[in-house]
């Protein structure tokens, strides 16, 4: 059974950084993509950042894109995400994903939710103004 577990959450303030981290217990395919979303009070799930088995594809949200950083490390089964430069619309609960159908993208392509199938429980970041 793959379980995924997050942790780093926490509050900060407007432009300081922090680092979530996705542990992920046994595997959900021999290489499978992963990905960082959230979810704001009231709002639906938007992606944040996806990232491919070889870490050779990396993709961010327009709203992250140049803050936040995705990384996995294949050996140990995690999956990171370095938030810089914070605000407070990043509040949120941020999910971590992984695929048990895909390794990767491609040209012409990209992260979607319906790619992932296995999600962890999420871990809450608060930014205050």
């Known amino acids: 059974q793959v379980q995924l577990t997050e942790s780093g959450g926490r509050l900060v303030q407007r432009g300081d950084s922090l680092r979530l981290s996705c542990a992920i217990s046994?595997?959900?395919?021999?290489?499978?993509?992963a990905a960082w979303f959230r979810q704001a009070p009231g709002e639906g799930r938007q992606f944040v950042a996806g990232?491919?088995?070889?870490?050779?594809?990396?993709y961010y949200a327009d709203s992250v894109k140049g803050r936040f950083t995705i990384s996995r490390d294949s050996a140990s089964n995690t999956v990171d995400l370095q938030m810089n430069s914070v605000k407070p619309e990043d509040t949120a609960l941020y999910y971590c994903a992984a695929s048990t159908r895909i390794s990767g993208w491609g040209p012409g392509s990209g992260p979607e939710e319906a790619h992932f199938d296995v999600w962890g429980q999420g871990t809450q970041v608060t930014v205050s103004p």
């Open positions: 990232i491919s088995w070889t870490g050779g594809e990396s």
């Open positions: 046994g595997r959900p395919r021999d290489a499978y993509a």
